[in-house]
């Protein structure tokens, strides 16, 4: 039996890094086992893991020499920060690249960085309409990710950038449906008519566990995950309802280097057909299977990616070099973060 590839998940007793053991565990026959990092190993959510057979070690962000074992022979990573343990959008960039100069000292060929957009390229700081926040951020989390995405590519770590969104999961706690005064529930968003984004955690796993299985084909580029929109009531008619694969309405560009006849993502989220194709294993009844080039839809990346043999590199088997040849590594090092906003979407 072929020995198994290992996967460092950071935040594996978290949602993110959870639904990626998940897959992960899912996924019997696959080429991929787990490495839950935590630094409670002793905690009921890693004594759970434990039972399912998945190997935990300690480790924390904070104390960079403790990552070293975590990222041991390990092929590839998932890392995702928590803001909201500590609120720091400062502390989120250095953990971030705590871990980068880990993963990049363990040979790791492929990271998966869970980040999000930099709202500043929508609303500048000098833009009175939203508080400028921990002196230079607008949405601390959102942008202290983005800030933090450079550290990757810097050391030298071959990198897939995985956008996500809101939590459906959150529906059923902090932002649960609340009873208004004539008993009915309800759920109260200042989003006008706009259509707000979601994702289950799950699909999260899946889709991290699908950019994996891809291998070197999406190394350096960005990808945007949601599986659906939900609308306002009364907004837009019923006549406007149809094509609910659409990409939401809003001023945001298509991404560099996604195709025109493409969905592209939006400052408030992506279109769902683009989701299913990225995170589904298997089509859902009475459809057909993604290609496998249909990812290239909606990635981004710079320019001359995906990698060929004609850049210098030695291929492996499939005709892509070998994630840690100093071709993929400067590819890596060139990548540049996608622009969000400007224009109008493309619609599918």
């Not at 995906?306 to 590819?331: C, E, I, L, Q, V």
């Amino acid at each position: 039996m072929t020995e198994r590839k290992i996967i460092t998940v950071i935040g594996a007793t978290g949602r993110q890094g959870g639904g990626l053991v998940r897959a992960v565990l899912a996924d019997r026959d696959g080429e991929f086992t787990v490495r839950a990092v935590t630094r409670h190993p002793d905690g009921e959510p890693a004594a759970e893991l434990k039972r399912l057979g998945v190997e935990v070690v300690r480790a924390d962000m904070d104390d960079p020499p403790s990552l070293a074992p975590a990222f041991e022979h390990a092929y590839g990573a998932f890392v995702v920060t928590n803001f909201w343990e500590h609120m720091s959008a400062e502390r989120e960039k250095t953990q971030a690249h705590a871990v980068a100069r880990a993963a990049a000292h363990a040979g790791v060929q492929h990271a998966i960085w869970s980040t999000l957009e930099d709202t500043r390229e929508c609303i500048p700081l000098d833009d009175e309409r939203m508080p400028t926040l921990q002196e230079r951020y607008k949405v601390p989390h959102f942008d202290g990710k983005a800030e933090a995405d450079h550290h990757f590519p810097d050391e030298g770590v071959p990198t897939t950038f995985l956008r996500t969104t809101f939590y459906w999961e959150n529906l059923l706690g902090a932002y649960a449906p609340q009873r208004g005064a004539d008993g009915a529930l309800q759920l109260t968003f200042p989003m006008g008519g706009s259509r707000l984004s979601g994702v289950a955690v799950a699909d999260i796993g899946r889709t991290a566990l699908a950019v994996l299985r891809r291998g070197t084909d999406l190394i350096a580029a960005t990808i945007s995950s949601a599986a659906n929109t939900s609308r306002s009531p009364t907004w837009p008619p019923p006549s406007r309802r149809r094509g609910a694969n659409r990409c939401a309405t809003g001023p945001s560009p298509p991404t560099s280097g996604a195709r025109r006849d493409s969905p592209a993502r939006t400052s408030r989220g992506t279109c769902s057909s683009t989701t299913r194709t990225a995170s589904t294993a298997s089509p859902r009844p009475g459809t057909s299977s993604p290609s496998a080039n249909s990812t290239r839809n909606y990635r981004t990346s710079p320019p001359g990616w995906p990698p060929t043999a004609t850049h210098g590199a030695t291929p492996d088997p499939d005709g892509a070099p070998h994630p840690r040849s100093s071709s993929a590594r400067r590819r890596a090092s060139s990548w540049r973060r996608p622009s969000v906003c400007g224009s109008a979407p493309v619609s599918s």
